[in-house]
């Protein structure tokens, strides 16, 4: 029995030593930190653009089935005024919050999953120059890869969406007894759209 109760102590001893945090691996985790910051403000950015996003291709729908050709210019540069002031007045507030949750979150996990040693390993790869280089061609590469995907897979997907359309539109058709409208040849595919990024 005595036994077991010593295993326990040295058990419990071993976890407490393990979840300590050093003044030097709390200055490594700031550092690690500091480096990831345009990736969690880019997480900011992307929580508010994409239901802003997902707003404006529900007006540009709703626009294009529901109001008159000669007020859908002014009514969809208005709704893109709204939307982008939202965009432009949000952004910063949910940047600043993901910056300060950052350590309680992002930083805790750094403390508790990694070592001292792995930390500055890791510090090392951040402001490693192939690293920066290969961050700063991520944007092109990707957009590349989208063009060639849409290029070889596009064609596979157009006749899919059709028959989709095709579908919803009779299932609309069943259900009210109206035809639906059709969509406008001049809405941007999503995967074209997916392109541009």
Do not use: C
């Amino acid at each position: 029995m005595n036994r077991w109760i010593g295993m326990a102590a040295l058990l419990a001893l071993a976890t407490i030593a393990h979840a300590q945090t050093t003044p030097a691996k709390k200055e490594l985790v700031a550092k690690v930190l500091v480096l990831q910051q345009p990736l969690v403000e880019s997480m900011a950015r992307e929580v508010v653009e994409r239901p802003a996003l997902q707003i404006m291709q529900a007006a540009g729908n709703a626009l294009r089935g529901q109001v008159a050709p000669d007020k859908r210019e002014a009514l969809g540069k208005s709704i893109e005024t709204d939307v982008r002031k939202f965009v432009d007045e949000s952004v910063p507030v949910l940047r600043e919050r993901a910056i300060k949750i950052a350590p309680t979150t992002i930083g805790a996990t750094l403390e508790e999953k990694f070592s001292d040693d792995e930390l500055k390993q890791l510090i090392a790869w951040y402001e490693s120059p192939v690293y920066k280089k290969y961050q700063q061609l991520g944007g092109e590469m990707q957009n590349v890869f989208m063009q060639k995907l849409m290029a070889e897979a596009g064609p596979l997907l157009d006749g899919k969406l059709q028959a989709l359309q095709q579908k919803v539109r009779s299932s609309f058709v069943a259900a009210t007894g109206t035809s639906a409208p059709k969509p406008s040849a001049s809405a941007p595919r999503p995967a074209a759209k997916a392109a541009s990024k």
